[in-house]
């Protein structure tokens, strides 16, 4: 039977989501509503230089927003005075408490050549990394056997922080072939791309694919890197396709290939597919990234799988092939989440599509209740640059607002010069962003979204509870499957998610807003209450006298004796 307990008294009535709406426009510091011409105008006039203020503003805000002292002052009462507004209730919400420790959006780190030792995986989790990925185009088994070894070694000895481990496939990839050295190659020169083995010379190299001469067509535009350079193909034949060179630059070994428009007809998992992801059954991996979905048909094969093999690994489709775009809500519903995987889809689909493909993805997923990652290029300039561009700040930003679990490094951690310093970037933009969001969307699918319509209703109203008190939430799962309910709501709060299932706790480092954290329960319920409210006490993660919605739900009772779902706010 469904029931709600309150040690308190509280009103489950959602009317808080009204209340907190209007709070957006304000919620901002000043800074950012002023127009941004009226002081240095004023400033100008009076022939004064443009106020410095480094402790609290970068470079770029300063030249973009100068500040006088009175403004800073007054903007720090104004976020104070809604700081307080959002503590309303006891104010304990771990959002604003604990900034730096309490990040929602989660962090995908692609380990590569630059990351792939003790020392910086274990950095890497420190600075903030969730998900370690492991790109299967590069490196072999062995190479990826100890990036395994060391996340898994990490997860061992490490008590109050979990990085899941994401195995993207090749997929059908298109690439050229090696070459002796990197050749230039100028705009309007000819070129020519040949299914013949071993070519690489100054004039023709390798395609590693067959079908390429029949799935392209004379006018066909063919991107290299996702458009780093681009050819137009003028005329083929049995086994060659010549092209001019529209977009020229520097062709390096094993280049990745797009044609335009175009996915090409291969399987969307080949035979070495199929070994890689055997290696990560093996190694109970907890994602796929699946590259190249096209249809739903491949995901069911893929689970299928995985369920003949006993194996518990959810399934990511990477989203990024021309032909995926039609059956996108078949494929996301088949599957447990989406990579909306920028480059191969800016390659295939026009790129001015991407951002809106990235947007309605993100609104799919968040509507259906999957994850929902964005990766590629989002701090691109820190492979070579200490600090990131302004744009690939406000790429995070838009993220993070848009609503997405993840946001993913790729040859910034795989190979760039500074991994750490891309994932604290990353921490920090996001939780700024975070801090901007107060409203929290009332899912326009309740009772849809999932099956089971009794934990999503009390997914939904413990969210409401704990928005309205300004509390995190506790919740215990043994599958995930409350806690990832309770992340669709996105609660401002964090989810504290308590699991007897260590493969579960890892799986929950991906979804927003939940800190999952492994716990032996025990056979009497409030025992087991207790020990979470101490382990968290014990850990900072909450204070004494602090209030924290307790959710019990799911799909099947954890403790026979007791209601399956009862909400509770709980005084620590
Ligand atoms: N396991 C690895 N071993 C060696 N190099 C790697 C490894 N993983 C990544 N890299 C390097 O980092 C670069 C960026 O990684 P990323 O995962 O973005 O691969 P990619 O080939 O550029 O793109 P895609 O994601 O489409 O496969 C790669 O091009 C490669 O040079
Ligand atoms: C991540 C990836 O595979 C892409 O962006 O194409």
């Known amino acids: 039977m469904a029931q709600v307990v309150s040690a308190g008294s509280v009103n489950l009535c959602p009317t808080s989501g009204h209340e907190l709406r209007k709070l957006k426009p304000s919620i901002l510091p000043p800074k950012f509503h002023q127009h941004p011409r009226r002081i240095p105008d004023v400033r100008r006039r009076r022939n004064l230089a443009p106020a410095v203020t480094t402790s609290r503003l970068s470079r770029s805000e300063t030249a973009v927003l100068p500040v006088v002292p009175e403004h800073l002052l007054k903007e720090e009462e104004e976020f104070q005075q809604i700081k307080n507004i959002h503590h309303k209730g006891n104010g304990s919400a771990s959002v604003w408490s604990k900034p730096n420790e309490r990040r929602k959006t989660k962090i995908v780190c692609t380990i590569g050549p630059s990351t792939n030792t003790k020392e910086m995986i274990w950095k890497l989790a420190e600075a903030g990394m969730n998900v370690a990925r492991l790109n299967m185009s590069h490196g072999d088994h062995a190479s990826h056997q100890k990036v395994i070894d060391l996340v898994k070694e990490y997860n061992a000895q490490s008590k109050d922080n979990a990085i ?191 951002p809106l493909l990235q947007e309605e993805i993100i609104r799919m997923c968040r509507s259906m209740g999957k994850a929902v990652i964005v990766a590629t290029n989002m701090l691109e300039s820190m492979i070579v640059h200490p600090t990131p561009t302004r744009a690939e700040v406000s790429d995070i930003a838009i993220a993070v607002r848009e609503g997405a679990d993840a946001v993913m490094l790729s040859g910034e951690t795989a190979h760039g010069k500074f991994p750490l310093k891309a994932v604290k970037v990353m921490h920090t933009v996001a939780l700024r962003t975070e801090a901007t969001i107060t409203e929290s969307e009332k899912p326009t699918n309740l009772g849809q979204a999932f099956t089971n319509h009794m934990s999503e209703m009390f997914a939904y109203h413990a969210t409401m509870m704990s928005n309205t008190l300004g509390t995190s939430t506790v919740v215990f799962t043994r599958t995930g499957f409350m806690a990832i309910l309770l992340s669709h709501y996105r609660p401002y709060g964090t989810i504290f998610a308590f699991t007897d299932e260590e493969r579960v706790k890892q799986r929950l480092a991906l979804y927003q807003g939940v800190c999952p954290v492994y716990m032996q329960f025990s056979d009497d319920a409030e025992e087991t209450f207790a020990k979470a409210i101490s382990y968290l006490q014990n850990h900072g993660m909450v204070k004494e006298g602090e209030e924290v919605a307790l959710v019990q739900s799911g799909r099947q009772p954890i403790w026979r004796s007791h209601s399956t779902h009862n909400i509770q706010v709980r005084k620590v």
């Open 164 to 354: 899941a481990i994401m195995l993207d496939t090749k997929g059908p990839e298109v690439r050229s072939g090696d070459l002796p050295q990197a050749i230039n190659l100028e705009s309007g020169q000819e070129f020519t791309f040949t299914i013949k083995r071993g070519v690489g010379t100054e004039e023709c190299v390798s395609v590693n694919y067959d079908d390429f001469v029949n799935d392209v067509e004379v006018g066909d535009m063919l991107l290299v890197d996702g458009g780093m350079m681009s050819f137009v193909v003028k005329s083929k034949t049995a086994d060659s396709v010549k092209c001019e060179v529209v977009d020229g630059g520097e062709l390096k070994s094993r280049r990745h290939l797009n044609v335009r428009g175009k996915s090409a007809t291969l399987p969307s998992i080949t035979d070495k597919d199929w070994d890689d992801i055997k290696f990560g059954v093996d190694n109970k991996i907890d994602f796929y990234a699946v590259s190249f979905v096209k249809d739903a048909d491949v995901v069911h094969e893929l689970k299928s799988y995985l369920k003949n093999c006993g194996a518990d690994i959810h399934v990511i489709v990477k989203i990024e092939s021309a032909d995926s775009i039609p059956n996108l809500h078949s494929i996301i519903t088949a599957s447990d989440g989406a990579m909306v995987a920028r480059g191969d889809l800016g390659a295939e689909l026009p790129i001015e599509e991407v």
